[in-house]
C-alpha cells in the first residue's frame, strides 16, 4: 500500500504543460542539483503535491537518481506525494497548543470529517496535517486552513469554521 | 476644508500574530475612514512587526500621545478615529486593564508586561516597518558596519566580541568571539557564513518575531560577522512554517543589496559579501548545525558526527561559522555601544539579555526580553501576570523539547546557562510553556518524547531506538497499563540516549523524561499504582459525568456527541453512558452550564506492582 502511494502516477507521460512548467523550474535554479530542495519547494507549490512522474522527469534534467530525489523529498515532513484537498487544515500540536487541548481540537476535526491527520477526504475537498509549531504560541491552540490562521481556538469556534467551509463548497 | 486637526502616526501591528486576530481587516478599515474623511494629510499609518504582546492583540499605537489600543475589532476603528483623532479624546473602552487593579492603562511602558523588560534586540520590533530600510537606518541601523569597516580590524571586531562574553543564544551557549575566531584562524576558501533561522523547538517564536519585525538587524550582524571571520558567502536558513518571514526577510535582503550594504566592495571599501536565504522544508534535526548544512546543500539533513567542526570543515568542506538570528542580531548592538556596556548587563556565567517566548497556562503571553540573571519569579509573575484562573502554578518548561521542567521550589532560580544546566535542564533558545495544576507531567513526556522519535533523522541507534522505546513505556504509562519496573527501565534508557546519541537532538531528548521523574514521581507512580491521572487529562484514566443538580437538560451535550453515548429527555438531566464514551471531551467543553464533570474512575482498582 504505501508504495502504491509513490508509484500512482509513475507511469503517466509528463505532458507538455506539465514539461514547461518543470522547465523553468529547473532553469530558474540552474539545473543545480544543491538546489534540489528549493526545486521539489516550486513543483509542490506549482502542482500542489509531487507527482512521481515529474520527480523522474526532473532526475533526468539533472542527472541524478530518482532514488535520490526521492530519498530527499521523503525526509523532509513538508512533501506531499498525494493530491491535497481544496482545503487543506493544518493543525499546530506545538507544545503551547498541546498544553492548551490542541489533541481534543484534532480529533474533533477528525471525527467531523470522518479522515486521521495525514489523510484527504474522498471527494478531495479536505485534508488534515499536523504540525509540530507554527510559531503562533500567543495564540494558542492554532489551526491554519489555506494560509488563513485560526487562534485561540475552542471546540465551537472550530466546529462554526467547518460549517462555514462545507457551506461554501 | 475647514477642519485641522493633530498630526499622529498610527503604529499597527502587523505581526505573525496579530495578523491571524484580524489585524488586515483593522488596517484596511482604518486606511478606508482616514482617506474617507480626509484625514490622511494628518494622519499616517504605519506597519510595524511584533512589540511581543500578542496575548492583547490586534493592536495599534498612536503617536506621539503615546496611547495602545488592544483586542481591537474592525468596528472598534469607527470609535478611534472620531474620537481620538478628531476630538482628542482617548476611547477609555479599548484601553489595555491591569488584571490585578482593573485600572485603564494608557500608554505602554506603564503595562507591567512592557515595565520589566529591557529590550534589546527587539528595541525595534513594533516601533519599525520592516519592510522599509529607511525607517532601520533612521534607528541607527547599518552605523556599527560603517564603524566597523571605518577602521577596525576583524580581530579588533573578534576581541571586541569576546569582551562582551556574548554567548550562542541557539542553545548550546558557546562563546560568540571564540567560535568566529575558529573560523576566522581556519585555512581554506572561501568562508561561508550561516543564520541558523530554522526555530524548531515547538513552543518558541522568537526568531520567527526578529526575522518579521527587524530583519536588518540580522543582516547588519551577519555583514560585522562576515568581515571580523573572512566570510565572502552567507546563507540564512528559515523554516517553510513561517512565511511571513520568508516574505519580509526577502523584501530586506533586496533593499540591502540596493542600498549597497551587500556585493562587491561594501561602503567603497575592499570588503566584499554577498548572501542568499533558504527555505527549510520541514525537520526539526535541521536545527543541529551540520544537518543544516547539509540541507542548505541539498541533500537528507543528517547529522555527522564532529570533529571536524563546522568552523574547518562545513559547506562544501570550507571553513562554516553558523550562529542563531538573535546572537546575531545582538552583534550590530554591541559594535553601537561597547562590549563594557554589553557585558555589565545580565550576570558573571551570561551577560546581556534573553528574549524569551512565554506561552502555555500564563496571563500574559507573547515575547519578552530580560536582563540574564532574572528569576523564575519574576518572569512568570511580573511579566507574566501569574497564572490564569486562579489555578496553581506546577511547573516551566525551558528549552523545548531538548530542555527540562522545574518545578515550583525552584521558582527563586536565576535563569542563565549554569543555573538551569544544574536543575537538568537548559536554556534553549528561549521557549518557555508555563504549566499549571491541569498539566498532566507524563503526558507532557510523553508529549515530547513522541515529537522528538517523530523527528529523530534514524541515522544513529540509541536516538532511533531509544527514543521509540521509551515512547511506548511513557504511552503505556499513560494508558494505566505499565508496572514499576517500567519506570526503572525508562530511566535506564533515557540516560543511555542521552550519553550515547550523536547529535544535540537525541542527546538532550530525554531531557524531558528525566527531569518529570526527578520532580513529578508522584505522577507517575499515580499512573502507575493508583491507576489515576491527577491532572484529569490522561483518556485511559478519566471519565466523563453529568451533574444532575446543574444540568438543565438542554441537549448541547446530546447533539454534539459524536459517540451517541448521552441520552436524556428535552428540559431534564442528561446522562452519559460510560460504556460507550470515547472521552472525546467535546461535551465537556461545549455545556453552557458547566454540568459536565471529568473524574478519576470512582471504584477502587487493584493494586499491583
Redo the contacts between chains.
Keep these: 500500500m504505501e508504495a502504491d502511494k509513490y508509484n500512482q502516477d509513475v507511469f503517466q507521460d509528463v505532458s507538455s504543460n506539465e514539461k514547461n512548467e518543470t522547465d523553468s523550474i529547473l532553469k530558474s535554479y540552474n539545473h543545480e ?6 526545486i ?2 516550486e513543483i509542490q507549490e506549482r502542482f500542489g503535491y509531487l507527482p512521481s512522474n515529474i520527480i523522474i522527469y526532473i532526475s533526468k534534467q539533472l542527472k541524478v537518481s530518482s532514488a535520490e530525489i526521492f ?2 523529498a521523503t ?5 506531499s506525494f498525494q493530491k491535497r484537498g481544496k482545503y487543506l487544515i493544518i493543525c499546530c ?9 490542541a489533541p ?1 481540537i484534532l ?2 476535526i477528525e ?2 470529517l470522518g479522515i486521521k491527520s495525514g489523510e484527504t477526504t474522498d471527494d478531495l475537498l479536505f485534508s488534515i496535517e499536523s ?10 491552540p ?1 489551526c491554519v486552513i489555506n ?6 481556538l ?3 469556534k472550530i ?1 462554526n469554521i467547518l460549517q462555514k467551509l462545507m457551506k461554501r463548497t | 476644508m475647514s477642519n485641522s486637526y493633530k498630526n499622529r502616526t498610527i503604529r499597527i501591528c502587523r505581526g505573525t500574530g496579530c495578523n491571524s486576530l484580524n489585524a488586515g481587516e483593522i488596517h484596511e478599515t482604518l486606511t478606508k475612514l482616514i482617506n474617507e474623511d480626509n484625514l490622511s494629510q494628518f494622519i499616517s499609518i504605519k506597519l510595524t512587526g511584533c512589540h511581543g504582546f500578542c496575548q492583547v492583540g490586534p493592536t495599534i499605537m498612536i503617536e506621539p500621545d503615546n496611547v495602545l489600543y488592544v483586542n481591537l475589532k474592525a468596528k472598534n476603528v469607527k470609535d478611534i478615529v472620531e474620537q481620538h483623532l478628531k476630538r482628542d479624546e482617548i476611547v477609555k473602552e479599548l484601553l489595555y486593564k491591569d488584571p490585578k487593579t482593573g485600572k485603564s492603562i494608557k500608554n505602554m511602558e506603564e503595562i507591567q508586561f512592557f515595565h520589566e523588560q529591557y529590550p534589546i534586540i527587539t528595541k525595534n520590533c513594533g516601533k519599525i516597518n520592516p519592510e522599509n530600510i529607511d525607517e532601520y537606518i533612521k534607528e541607527g541601523g547599518y552605523n556599527s558596519i560603517k564603524k566597523v569597516l571605518n577602521g577596525i580590524e576583524p580581530i579588533e571586531v573578534i576581541e571586541e566580541i569576546k569582551k562582551s562574553k556574548l554567548r550562542g543564544r541557539g542553545g548550546a551557549g558557546f562563546s560568540t568571539g571564540e567560535k568566529w575566531d575558529f573560523c576566522r584562524k581556519a585555512q581554506g576558501s572561501p568562508k561561508y557564513l550561516i543564520c541558523n533561522g530554522d526555530e524548531g523547538d515547538p513552543g518558541a517564536f522568537m526568531d520567527r518575531t526578529i526575522l518579521e519585525s527587524d530583519p536588518h538587524s540580522v543582516i547588519e550582524g551577519m555583514l560585522i560577522a562576515a568581515y571580523a571571520m573572512g566570510a565572502e558567502y552567507g546563507y540564512i536558513y528559515i523554516r517553510a512554517e513561517y512565511p511571513l518571514a520568508i516574505e519580509r526577510f526577502s523584501i530586506a535582503l533586496n533593499q540591502a543589496r540596493e542600498a549597497g550594504y551587500l556585493g562587491k566592495k561594501i561602503l567603497n571599501t575592499d570588503f566584499n559579501f554577498e548572501m542568499e536565504l533558504k527555505k527549510g522544508a520541514g525537520a526539526f534535526v535541521c536545527g543541529e548545525e551540520t544537518a543544516l548544512m547539509e540541507a542548505i546543500m541539498g541533500k537528507r539533513g543528517m547529522p555527522r558526527p564532529r570533529p571536524p567542526y563546522p568552523a574547518t570543515s562545513g559547506l562544501w568542506n570550507k571553513p562554516t561559522n553558523i550562529n542563531n538570528v538573535k546572537t546575531l542580531a545582538t552583534v550590530p548592538k554591541i559594535i553601537e555601544k561597547g562590549a563594557e556596556w554589553y557585558s555589565s548587563i545580565g550576570t558573571e556565567d551570561a551577560s546581556g539579555t534573553i528574549v524569551i517566548a512565554l506561552t502555555g497556562k500564563i496571563n500574559n503571553s507573547g515575547l519578552v526580553e530580560i536582563p540574564m540573571g532574572t528569576t523564575i519569579k519574576q518572569l512568570i509573575y511580573d511579566v507574566g501576570g501569574g497564572i490564569p484562573n486562579g489555578k496553581m502554578f506546577k511547573g516551566i518548561q525551558t528549552g523545548g523539547p531538548s530542555g527540562g521542567c522545574i518545578p515550583e521550589k525552584y521558582l527563586d532560580t536565576p535563569l542563565d546557562y549554569s543555573h538551569l544546566t544544574n536543575l537538568g535542564s537548559i536554556m534553549g533558545s528561549g521557549g518557555f510553556i508555563v504549566l499549571d495544576e491541569d498539566t498532566c507531567m507524563v503526558e507532557l513526556a510523553r508529549y515530547f518524547i513522541s515529537f522528538t522519535q517523530n523527528e529523530s533523522c534514524g541515522k544513529c541507534a540509541p536516538c532511533r531506538i531509544g527514543t521509540k522505546r521509551m515512547l511506548d513505556i511513557l504511552t503505556k504509562i499513560t494508558e494505566g497499563e505499565a508496572n514499576l519496573k517500567d519506570l526503572t527501565k525508562l530511566e535506564k534508557i533515557a540516560n543511555i540516549v542521552k550519553k550515547t546519541s550523536l547529535c544535540g537532538l537525541g542527546q538532550t531528548a530525554p531531557n524531558p523524561v528525566l527531569t518529570t521523574l526527578k520532580y513529578f514521581m508522584d505522577e507517575y507512580k499515580a499512573h502507575i499504582l493508583k491507576k489515576s491521572c491527577p491532572a484529569l487529562l490522561c483518556k485511559n484514566l478519566i471519565q466523563y459525568n453529568i451533574n444532575e443538580d446543574i444540568c438543565t437538560g438542554c441537549g448541547v451535550c446530546l447533539n454534539n456527541c459524536p459517540a451517541g453515548a448521552i441520552s436524556g429527555e428535552e428540559k431534564k438531566p442528561h446522562n452519559i453512558d460510560l460504556q460507550s464514551c470515547i472521552k472525546c471531551g467535546i461535551c465537556y467543553s461545549m455545556c453552557p452550564y458547566s454540568a459536565i464533570i471529568k473524574e478519576n474512575p470512582k471504584e477502587e482498582l487493584v493494586i499491583h506492582e
Excluded: M, P, R
Excluded at chain 1, 525526509?75 to 512533501?79: E, H, L, R, T
Excluded at chain 1, 504540525?131 to 494558542?140: E, P, Q
Excluded at chain 1, 494560509?147 to 485561540?152: H, K, T
Design positions: 542539483k544543491e538546489n534540489i530542495i528549493s521539489l519547494q530519498s530527499i525526509f523532509y515532513s513538508q512533501f500540536d506545538g507544545t503551547a497548543c498541546h498544553v492548551k487541548g481534543l480529533n474533533f471525527n467531523q504540525v509540530a509549531c507554527l510559531g503562533c504560541c500567543a495564540i494558542s492554532v494560509g488563513q490562521i485560526y487562534g485561540d475552542t471546540i465551537k466546529s
